[in-house]
C-alpha cells in the first residue's frame, strides 16, 4: 500500500475548468463540452505562447492553476500518445517530400510540453516525461511515489488530446482535451491523501481514457474510490480526508 499526501489538484478541459463544471459533466458523461473554448494561458509571454498546441495549452493552463513563476518543483509530465496531430502532419511532409520545419519538429517530442513550461516558468527542478500503452494514471502515481524518495512534493500533469482519425482504429482515444495536475508530497500536515494497493485479482478489461476520467471524480470526490486495471494487475485507488 502506498500514500501520498494531496496538496492541490485542477481538471481541465475546453469549458470545464471548475468543479461544478465537472460535476456538471459526469452527471451526463454522454454530453460533449465545447472545444470552441479558447484555453487562455496569459502567464506565458507572447512570442512562446505561439509555440504551444492545443495539447501544450492544456498542460499548461492545469500546470498554472496550480503553480506561479519561478517555484522549483520536480514535474512528471504524463501523455500517453503525446501530440499526435503535430506528428502526423509532420509524417504528411515526409510522404510527401516535403522539408520538416525544424520547429514543428522540436515541439513533436514527448518532453517538449514541459520544456516549453520549464521556459516560461524560469523553473529549472527536475522534468520527467513518461509515457504508458496501459494505464496512464497508475504510471503517474508509481513515478511520484519513486521521486517522493528524493524529492519533498513532486508536481504531476497528465494529459492528452483525441487521437486524429486515421489512428482512431487502432487505439483507444479520449473524446476532447483533458489535463489533470496535482501536487504529492509526504507532508503530515496534510489532510487530504491518495492511496493506493495492489488487488489480488485483475480484470483484463481496461480503459486508460476512462481511469482518466474516474480519477478526476476521485480527486473531486465525486467517487471515494476506483480502481485502476492494466492486463496484469488491478489496484485499489482511494481518496483518504482526515
Partial sequence: MIKLKLESWSA????????????????DIDSKPSENTPIQIKQVPALL?????????????????????????STIFASRHGDTPLTLS?????????????????????????????????????ITAI???????????????????VYGKVLCVIYDVPLPDIYQWFSQSLPFPVAVAFIVSHDETLDSAIEFAREPTFDSSFSSEQGLFDFISLLMSYQQEIKLTTSASCWRVRRLER
Avoid at 100 to 114: C, R
Fill in 12 to 27: 481541465l478541459a475546453p469549458g470545464m475548468d471548475d468543479t461544478d463544471a465537472w460535476m456538471k459533466w459526469f452527471d
Fill in 49 to 73: 505562447r505561439r509555440r504551444f498546441t492545443t495539447l501544450g495549452k492544456i498542460a499548461a493552463k492545469a500546470t498554472f492553476n496550480l503553480m506561479e513563476s519561478k517555484q522549483g518543483i
Fill in 90 to 126: 509532420l509524417l504528411k511532409d515526409i510522404g510527401n517530400s516535403e522539408p520538416l520545419s525544424p520547429t514543428s519538429f522540436s515541439l513533436a517530442v514527448h518532453n517538449a510540453v514541459g520544456g516549453l513550461l520549464s521556459i516560461a516558468r524560469q523553473d529549472v527542478a527536475p
Fill in 131 to 149: 509515457a504508458s500503452t496501459e494505464n496512464l494514471v497508475l504510471s503517474t502515481l508509481h513515478e511520484a511515489a519513486a521521486q517522493l524518495e
